[in-house]
């Protein structure tokens, strides 16, 4: 079992009770700390929260020092892809089983308030998942059912000294204004209950949204054409959430790039089927072209 910890309460937490319990599931623990190298002391810290592993008892600990500059998104998505690519890395490295990641229910209410702030559909209201695949390592996030509160208690209980992160009281961060105003704003005029209801509404919309992809993949299936295309008229006859999960599928298949596929593009591929007047070719992020050809919607090479 690979554990991702900065330090913080919430994957100290994970970590103390991962190194208690894995080996006497017959599991090796691995412990990996990733530097940003955004901050000061970024590296110094990470490499104590090594050392604090390997005297707890892991069977690994390291840090993973990334660069963030340079990557497409803001900073915050910069740094969250570039951490998950290094765990994935440290992961087929140790040959892990699963990574574990501390996100707790106060972390899957705020993703819910920064998803419903942004216009998201049921993909972004339904949070993040507890077990997702990262590059074909199962990653699972155990605390999502657990708040900040208890977290922290099992470190004072334990004798834990967790790291302060700044950039959680930085307000040039999105997530840290809903963690410092926000969602404290929304307790005291709604009652404690609030971030309770919000992780809820992020399960009971994952399991809708489980169902509508179960048949999405179905109807994509019935869509194709034989040349690789899809059928219009197949298309047409789905409901619209149906639809544009089946079209929002078919453009990741022809390679158009997860992170800017959005819901513009799906709404022009939809456009070629339900509101299709001869208009010309939709283009999507990655050099992905789609046109209408008589009844079916064709991809065609760009350049």
């Known amino acids: 079992m690979l554990v991702a910890c900065s330090g913080g309460a919430d994957s100290l937490a994970l970590a103390a009770a991962t190194v208690f319990v894995a080996p006497r599931l017959g599991r090796g623990t691995v412990l990996v700390s990733v530097d940003h190298g955004l901050q000061s002391g970024s590296a110094e810290r990470a490499e104590a929260v090594a050392a604090w592993a390997r005297e707890a008892g892991f069977t690994a600990a390291s840090v993973a020092r990334v660069e963030v500059a340079g990557r497409p998104g803001g900073p915050e998505a910069a740094a969250r892809d570039a951490r998950y690519e290094a765990l994935a890395e440290a992961a087929r490295q140790h040959d892990a089983v699963a990574v574990l990641t ?130 219009a008229p197949a298309l047409l006859a789905l409901t619209p959430a149906v639809r544009g999960r ?7 298949e022809l390679g158009a790039q997860p992170g800017a596929l959005s819901h513009r593009h799906v709404g022009a591929l939809d456009a070629l089927v339900t509101a299709w007047h001869g208009q010309g070719p939709t283009d999507l992020p990655g050099g992905v072209r789609v046109l209408r050809r008589a009844d079916r919607l064709a991809p065609v090479a760009v350049g």
């Open 102 to 231: 501390g996100h707790t229910r106060d972390d899957q209410a705020e993703t819910v308030l920064l998803a419903l702030a942004r216009g998201a559909g049921p993909r972004g209201l339904a949070g993040m998942p507890a077990r997702r695949e990262l590059d074909g390592v199962p990653l699972l996030r155990p605390l999502l059912e657990i708040g900040r509160d208890e977290t922290r208690a099992a470190c004072a209980v334990l004798g834990l000294n967790p790291w302060q992160d700044p950039h959680n009281t930085d307000p040039s961060y999105a997530r840290s204004r809903v963690r410092a105003d926000l969602l404290p704003a929304l307790v005291r005029a709604l009652g404690p209950g609030v971030v309770d209801n919000l992780a809820r509404t992020a399960r009971l919309v994952a399991a809708d949204n489980a169902a509508l992809d179960e048949l999405a993949g179905t109807a994509l299936t019935a869509a194709r054409h034989p040349d690789g295309g899809l059928s």
């Open 246 to 252: 089946v079209l929002h599928a078919w453009a990741r």
